[in-house]
């Protein structure tokens, strides 16, 4: 079974430039996650889709992130303008949707460096 | 709003040696609690899922055990050898019914030869 899928793996820009990031879920997983870990801190959810709609998105910073999923299968996240405080790795993640947690992958992450 | 502490925040052993990593939440209605092991520049790698009806799972030299009632989890990993060198975090739904995950900082581990 093929893994979820990012791309880049990494990326480094200037402050108020822009950037994208890309997701590939595992197939046929209905929910897909996008985290972010700064250095040395646990993930945090930034926004979490079942199927193609958004189920929460309370911790994103909409007024410089967003995130769609298309057809329920591929998501990409953007971010625009970057700040400084944007450095992290950005982890998306995906899982059946059901049941007791169990299958729930990651990616190996985009790094984002911002300078 | 729960809240997941993982201590120590770093650990150095001689390879061989037999450790126990910390994990405690805030709240204890949790229907199950992952341990994920995180290599330098790569994902996370479920390790363990233990469900709240359960006591402990074991796999391979790792145990990991669940006291929901006293909001605390460890993970035990016997024999340990330079392989076992990576960051381990554990994490728990972020509420009832919820697939969210809510992590701790981690423990990085170093297992020297």
């Known amino acids: 079974e093929a893994g979820v899928a990012q791309s880049p793996r990494y990326k480094i820009i200037e402050k108020r430039q822009s950037v994208a990031f890309w997701c590939n879920p595992i197939?046929?997983?209905?929910?897909l996650y996008w985290y972010q870990q700064i250095l040395g801190q646990g993930p945090k959810l930034l926004i979490q889709?079942?199927?193609?709609?958004?189920?929460?998105d309370s911790q994103l910073p909409k007024d410089r992130f967003s995130a769609e999923r298309l057809k329920g299968v591929d998501s990409t996240l953007k971010i625009q303008p970057a700040k400084l405080e944007d450095s992290a790795v950005y982890l998306c993640?995906?899982?059946?949707?059901?049941?007791?947690?169990?299958?729930?992958?990651f990616g190996s992450g985009t790094r984002l460096t911002v300078v | 709003k729960q809240e997941v502490t993982q201590i120590p925040a770093a650990l150095s052993v001689p390879e061989g040696e037999n450790l126990v990593l910390n994990c405690s939440f805030t709240?204890?209605?949790?229907?199950?609690l992952q341990w994920f092991r995180q290599d330098p520049g790569k994902g996370l790698t479920s390790l363990l899922l233990?469900?709240?009806?359960?006591r402990e799972q074991t796999s391979g030299r790792l145990n990991a055990s669940l006291d929901k009632s006293s909001g605390r989890s460890t993970l035990y990993i016997a024999a340990s050898q330079p392989g076992d060198s990576a960051t381990y975090l554990c994490?728990?739904?972020?509420?009832?019914?919820?697939?969210?995950?809510?992590f701790g900082k981690g423990t990085k581990l170093s297992v020297i030869p």
């Open positions: 993640a995906s899982s059946p949707g059901g049941g007791s947690g169990n299958g729930y992958t």
């Open positions: 994490a728990v739904p972020l509420g009832a019914g919820s697939y969210q995950l809510t």
């Open positions: 233990i469900q709240s009806s359960q």
């Open positions: 709240d204890s209605a949790i229907y199950n």
């Open positions: 197939s046929g997983h209905a929910t």
């Open positions: 889709f079942q199927n193609n709609g958004v189920v929460d």
